[in-house]
């Protein structure tokens, strides 16, 4: 950062030894100075009010040599003395209250050296992400709002809201958007926000569809109505967190085309059970070499996930051999035959890793959304290459743990991304109204190996990630060092909240925010006994790692990339204009999650 741009920062009271002697006897003088001129103003101010002809001395010597012997009668002459000192009590409020109130304003915005706000961005630093400056970056980025005037677009269609920005003695904060490019990701401790402040609001303004995952009901529950004004609200909750009966169901092999394609949906199970950086690496490449051939086998031959499931029962099966002959892929079928025939061991390692990555699929209840539905009970399928193209909403709850059905979360969250890249490519390049995906707990159920990588290009397809996790050694446990360095770079805007009590990061975190000059005063006394002040100026970080770390709840650090780091204050839905409609709709919502929870409780009890 350059130096020239930060002010000094002074020191807090007079701790450092200033002579304030001096400067004592002289405001001594002036306050009494000040004081015997309201009397004599107060005697003139009474006369004029009396209409009393102008009668005692002027201000001067003669006056104060009687003020001070108490001769009222030389000093007013015909003045009730009473009625002169309600006048001069009158006049010395009215200067003293407004010079205590600024007085008391400036101590309360003074710069002092622990405090790091005067050295944040200020507005004029921040630009980009004003309003006016996100308005006209919408227009152009999104070819249905070209020739519209920047002050008629609506919240919604300028872009994502991020919250106020702080700054020194500004009441009216300015609120601060991320464009239609920009991609997020936000790092915070549980309370701290996130869903509320990051997933909640720019859900209920999205002007497009909209992807959200999450491991509890909040976010569903408090958006799900409002989406319905905007399009078909879309529920994949295979393990039945909303306790809402299931309305959908989704084919994960409809998008498998091609070896890469039946690679990428094996690479989400594989990711469950992969921790980069430990371990031998063997196992897990070789299950998903194996879920690569069985996905594609499946595929093409019309057969289903329970089928994939039971080939992986029995590794002694032919059948998709077979079947990966007939559809024409006869290096997939010599590779998977070749694996049959090898040694038992390792035959039967690969094996095991391969079941315990895809343990979900022995879970008849997670089955009953990702295969074809009894014919007396039809269901509409989900069609994640026309999504992009609608104004619709889809939610994907996962819970956490062995058997869950987040390697399906992530593979259903990564089609609807290829399908919106395909729709962005037919369009010229970019998805307009954009696709809005709020990944809520994406380390735990969204675990999509190459999203660092995603991450470089979405913003340009129209495809807007908000990826939420809860701190960096979390994503590097799903990423690894390299891919949540590379994740966190990608990222234009980050978003660091309360609670990070990660020292490496907070100490990564405090040198990216910089350093400013703060003036140190300080005192010597020299053999006889005089004492010399002087003032030097050090660099100091304007945010050490504890005031991190010290983030207040409902704060958030700010950093944009091409901006000075900002801090600003959360925007909770309840605060915002729809906030008495959102806590109605919340109510409801989960008023019917408890009625449905107790009806199956009452349906299990033995």
């Known amino acids: 950062m350059n130096p020239s741009r930060h002010q000094p920062v002074y020191p807090r009271g007079h701790a450092g030894g200033y002579p304030l002697t ?34 005692g001395p002027g201000f001067g010597e003669q006056f104060l040599a009687a003020l001070l012997r108490g001769q009222w009668h030389l000093l007013w002459p015909e003045q009730p003395p009473g009625l002169v000192g309600t006048v001069w009590l009158a006049l010395v409020a009215a200067v003293l209250v407004p010079a205590c109130w600024g007085w008391a304003w400036w101590r309360a915005r003074r710069p002092q050296a622990g405090d790091p706000l005067p050295s944040l961005a200020r507005p004029t630093e921040v630009a980009e992400l004003h309003p006016a400056a996100a308005a006209r970056r919408a227009i152009r980025l999104r070819p249905s709002l070209a020739g519209t005037h920047p002050r008629k677009l609506t919240t919604a269609q300028i872009g994502i809201p991020l ?57 569903w529950a408090a958006t799900t109505t409002a989406r319905t004004d905007t399009g078909t609200v879309w529920l994949f909750d295979p393990q039945h967190i909303t306790h809402t009966p299931q309305t959908l169901w989704w084919n994960p092999l409809a998008a498998v085309t091609s070896v890469e394609q039946a690679a990428r949906l094996a690479d989400h199970f594989v990711q469950e ?48 051999v077979t079947l990966l002959r007939a559809a024409g892929y006869p290096q997939a079928a010599r590779a998977l035959l070749g694996r049959q025939n090898g040694a038992p061991e390792t035959r039967d390692g690969v094996y095991e890793t391969a079941r315990t990555a895809a343990r979900c699929l022995a879970d008849p209840n997670i089955m009953a959304w990702v295969t074809p539905p009894p014919a007396r009970t039809p269901l509409p399928q989900l069609d994640t290459h026309a999504f992009p193209g ?117 100490e990564d975190i405090s040198r990216l925010i910089g350093e400013h000059d703060v003036a140190v005063a300080s005192t010597s006394r020299d053999a006889g006994g005089y004492a010399s002040w002087s003032t030097s100026v050090h660099r100091r970080r304007i945010m050490d790692p504890g005031q991190v770390r010290a983030i207040r709840r409902g704060q958030a650090l700010l950093l944009a990339t091409g901006a000075k780091p900002a801090l600003v204050e959360l925007q909770p839905w309840y605060t915002g204009h729809r906030a008495t409609r959102t806590t109605t709709e919340l109510a409801d919502a989960i008023d019917q999650i408890t009625r449905h929870a107790r009806a199956e409780l009452r349906r299990d009890r033995p």
Request: hydrophobic content about 50%.
């Open 22 to 55: 001096p400067w004592i006897i002289l405001g001594t003088l002036a306050a009494a100075t000040g004081t015997a001129w309201l009397a004599w103003a107060a005697g003139r101010l009474t006369g004029w009010a009396t209409s009393t002809p102008r009668t």
């Open 163 to 219: 919250g106020k920005l702080i700054t020194t003695g500004r009441r009216h904060r300015l609120v601060l958007h991320a464009s239609w490019e920009d991609v997020l990701l936000a790092v915070m401790a549980p309370r701290a926000g996130k869903t509320t402040a990051l997933a909640v609001p720019p859900i209920l303004q999205a002007p497009g569809p909209v992807i959200a995952t999450s491991n509890k009901t909040d976010l």
């Open 273 to 320: 059970i992969r921790t980069p950086g430990v371990g031998d690496a063997f196992w897990p490449l070789a299950a998903a070499d194996l879920l690569t051939c069985l996905f594609l086998a499946a595929a093409h031959s019309g057969a289903t996930l329970a089928d994939v499931q039971a080939w992986l029962a029995d590794a002694t099966s032919r059948e998709p």
């Open 390 to 506: 609608t104004t619709n909403t889809l939610y994907l709850l996962s819970k956490e743990g062995a058997g869950a059905a987040a390697p399906l979360v992530a593979a259903l969250t990564d089609q609807t991304f290829r399908a919106g890249i395909a729709h962005a490519e037919a369009a010229g390049g970019r998805i307009d109204p954009p696709l809005l995906a709020v990944l809520d707990e994406a380390a735990n159920i969204c675990k999509i190996a190459d999203l660092p990588q995603l991450y470089s290009h979405l913003g340009g397809r129209g495809i807007i990630p908000i990826t939420i996790i809860q701190n960096y050694a979390q994503g590097a446990g799903v990423w690894g060092e390299r891919g949540m360095a590379a994740l966190w770079s990608a990222s234009t805007i980050k978003l660091i909240g309360a609670g990070l009590d990660d020292a490496r990061h907070a």
